[in-house]
């Protein structure tokens, strides 16, 4: 069973503030993605990465996928109150996986004002 | 696009009771996935569909839940009867499998109470 390790669980930071949220697995994955969860919400959708040591920025988001495909991070910039949510990775393996996604516990963020 | 649609939003039973929860995945969409969130255990994968056929139940707890995808634009989650544990948000997401992405859309979720 693949699994995959967030951390920090929880984060609490002031406005302006910078993070860094990381995702670890011991299993190879052929792709990562980042889903963003607001209270009474569906997770949605920030980014996928693909290639081992693949970088992509979504305005103040910055996301890295490991060179062994086996871990990946997620860096914020200058945290807004916006930003608050519930961050979950999800690893995909190769083969006939029929796009069977494995999620991790999540991290809780909360940016204060 | 609408989106996939999940109904009720929120539901609340008594314990032994039958519960359906629904789902329209987003059209054109050849795989949807049921998923079960609550605070001890987040986010975990009950049971998915490729092409109408269910794949994977391993994550169905047990035989009291089943699911079914009678067409490519429906499903339904059934349980049968409820417990009080299986108090936690439902989730349905689609996704087209092509590329290397298989990126999932998920529904807004619906809230089961069990009393």
């Known amino acids: 069973t693949q699994l995959l390790e967030q951390s920090p669980q929880f984060l609490s930071i002031q406005e302006g503030e910078n993070l860094t949220v990381y995702c670890n697995s011991s299993?190879?994955?052929?792709?990562l993605q980042w889903y963003r969860q607001e209270p009474g919400e569906g997770p949605v959708l920030l980014v996928t990465?693909?290639?081992?040591?693949e970088v992509k920025k979504l305005k103040r988001l910055t996301f890295q996928f490991g060179d062994a495909r086996k871990d990946s991070s997620l860096h914020i910039t200058a945290a807004q109150t916006g930003d608050t949510g519930l961050y979950l990775c999800?690893?995909?393996?190769?083969?006939?996986?029929?796009?069977?996604?494995?999620f991790g516990q999540g991290t809780i963020l909360t940016v204060h004002p | 696009d609408a989106g996939v649609i999940q109904s009720p939003r929120h539901e609340v039973t008594e314990m032994g009771q039958e519960v359906t929860l629904r789902c329209k995945p987003i059209?054109?969409?050849?795989?949807l996935f049921w998923y079960r969130q609550t605070m001890m255990r987040g986010l975990e994968l009950l049971i998915y569909?490729?092409?109408?056929?269910?794949?994977?139940d391993s994550g169905m707890p047990e035989d009291r839940f089943s699911a079914k995808m009678p067409n490519a634009s429906f499903s339904t989650l059934k349980i049968q009867p409820s417990e009080p544990r299986d108090s936690a948000v439902y989730f349905c997401?689609?996704?087209?499998?092509?590329?290397?992405?298989?990126?999932?859309?998920f529904g807004p979720g619906t809230r089961l109470t069990v009393t």
């Open positions: 990465v693909v290639t081992g040591g």
């Open positions: 999800a690893g995909r393996a190769g083969g006939t996986s029929y796009g069977k996604l494995t």
């Open positions: 997401a689609s996704s087209l499998l092509q590329g290397a992405t298989y990126e999932q859309y």
């Open positions: 569909f490729n092409n109408n056929v269910p794949i994977d």
């Open positions: 059209s054109g969409h050849n795989s």
């Open positions: 299993s190879v994955f052929s792709s």
